[in-house]
């Protein structure tokens, strides 16, 4: 099956430094989604990509979907405390009834 | 507007012992799905329902059975709990576009 990698497993910084993350696949995908998971609560949508090289914001968050639409990047800019938590990538399969998800990059910011 | 509603949020079982997860969507959504989070393992699917009357394996389906015997539920039953299925469970909803919306999530102790 489709399967997604997501680096780094987790990242330190301080506050104020921005952040970037990536996930990549061996097959294609046609929509990438990134996804914030609090402590204790279930994943919310940050930003979805639906065309290759889309370059999408939400707010200090931008994503990008890859040309080979293998892979997409989250950049996080001026991170503040309330940015902690696990960013998940994910994608539907080609029939868009499964959708897969990364391992997640789990995010800490000093204060 | 609830969005996506799960019930309970906290069990413990015994090994053997039987219980059924129930998540309830407000959002008149066809697709449906249950989810497993594993420490440094991601979100992992279990089963998934793409409308009323349907379900389908996921990635990780052995050792549970589901019901959608309505639009708005689904249910994840576990006939006889293990150890392994120790884990949070996410129940999920979306319209048809990939971009799905999560529960709360269910914290299953299993000893």
């Known amino acids: 099956g489709q399967q997604l990698n997501q680096s780094p497993q987790s990242m330190f910084i301080q506050e104020g430094e921005d952040v970037s993350m990536n996930c990549t696949s061996s097959?294609?995908?046609?929509?990438w989604l990134w996804y914030k998971q609090d402590p204790g609560e279930g994943p919310v949508l940050l930003i979805a990509?639906?065309?290759?090289?889309e370059l999408t914001s939400n707010g200090r968050l931008t994503a990008q979907f890859g040309i080979t639409r293998k892979d997409s990047f989250l950049n996080i800019s001026a991170s503040i405390p309330s940015d902690v938590g696990i960013y998940f990538c994910?994608?539907?399969?080609?029939?868009?009834?499964?959708?897969?998800f990364g391992g997640g990059t789990r995010l800490m910011v000093k204060p | 507007n609830a969005g996506v509603t799960q019930t309970p949020k906290f069990r413990v079982l015994k090994t053997g012992q039987s219980m059924t997860l129930l998540c309830a969507q407000d959002?008149?959504?066809?697709?449906m799905y249950w989810y497993r989070q594993d420490p440094g393992m991601g979100l992992r699917l279990i089963h998934y329902?793409?409308?009323?009357?349907?379900?389908a394996k996921g990635e990780v389906p052995d050792g549970y059975n589901v019901s959608r015997l309505k639009k708005q539920n689904f249910l994840l039953g576990l006939e006889s709990a293990a150890p392994s299925q120790t884990s949070v469970y996410f129940c999920?909803?979306?319209?048809?576009?990939?971009?799905?919306?999560f529960g709360q999530g269910t914290r299953l102790t299993v000893v």
């Open positions: 994910a994608g539907p399969n080609n029939a868009g009834n499964m959708l897969t």
């Open positions: 097959s294609i995908f046609n929509t």
């Open positions: 990509l639906y065309k290759a090289g």
């Open positions: 959002m008149n959504h066809e697709y």
């Open positions: 329902s793409v409308g009323e009357g349907t379900t």
């Open positions: 999920a909803s979306h319209t048809g576009k990939p971009e799905a919306f």
